[in-house]
């Protein structure tokens, strides 16, 4: 069965600061890779995917993510976190040929301190 | 605006009352999502649509839940005999195309609370 571990619930960064958020995902195949961020009282908002081609991919806000077929990880990074980054972040995977429903983590929790 | 809409934004029942959630999808949308998110957990696939078809359902879906898509528009959720377990965040989410990569829009929510 396919799943994404988040295995940091909360994480805290001073602004300026790097940021890694971790994901791994249990799939059999090659699956379709997203992180999302929600804020609170808003829904969630794709910030990049990965389904095929160069395995770095860059989305909003400065994000990037690197598809590790090797660790079955789409780790999350920013050069420098800006006190606007605080949110909660989810990583989904999306199978081939199954509607197209994704599978979330449970999340982490992004502070970012002053 | 024409992002995903949801109606309404918070309900508050009593536990055995029945509720309804509306979402109005993107329009030319042709997939509609359920998911349903619990306090510190990621959403978790309810049901999904493909026009007015529904196509699959999560075991997460007991009997007390329906979901329609009359003419492949706008789609309702329905919770009978509602259980304090039911409360959560019901996000709806829509797509177009069939290609599992195509980015999925979410809307804000309903937030349910179940007394």
Redesign the interface.
């Known amino acids: 069965a396919q799943s994404v571990t988040q295995p940091d619930i909360h994480i805290t960064v001073s602004e300026g600061a790097s940021l890694e958020l971790r994901c791994n995902y249990s799939y059999g195949a090659t699956p379709y890779l997203f992180w999302y961020v929600q804020s609170p009282g808003q829904g969630l908002q794709l910030l990049l995917k990965y389904f095929s081609g160069d395995t770095l991919v860059q989305g909003i806000k400065g994000f990037e993510a690197e598809f590790k077929r090797s660790q079955s990880s789409f780790n999350l990074r920013k050069p420098s976190v800006h006190w606007s980054d605080a949110a909660e972040y989810f990583c989904a995977v999306g199978a081939y040929n199954q509607g197209g429903k994704l599978i979330f983590g449970q999340g982490t929790e992004l502070s970012v301190k002053p | 605006d024409t992002?995903?809409s949801q109606d309404p934004r918070h309900k508050i029942t009593k536990r055995g009352q029945n509720v309804t959630f509306r979402c109005d999808p993107i329009s030319e949308h042709n997939?509609l999502?359920w998911?349903r998110q619990t306090l510190?957990?990621?959403?978790?696939?309810l049901t999904?649509f493909?026009n007015e078809a529904q196509?699959?359902k999560s075991r997460l879906l007991s009997d007390r839940f329906s979901a329609e898509r009359p003419k492949g528009s706008f789609s309702t959720l329905e919770i009978q005999r509602t259980e304090q377990g039911d409360s959560a965040m019901y996000?709806c989410?829509s797509?177009l195309g069939?290609a599992?990569?195509?980015?999925?829009?979410?809307?804000?929510?309903t937030r349910l609370t179940v007394l």
């Open positions: 992002g995903v997939r999502y998911y510190g957990q990621g959403p978790e696939f999904y493909q196509l699959e996000l989410a797509r069939l599992g990569h195509n980015e999925q829009f979410f809307g804000p929510g």
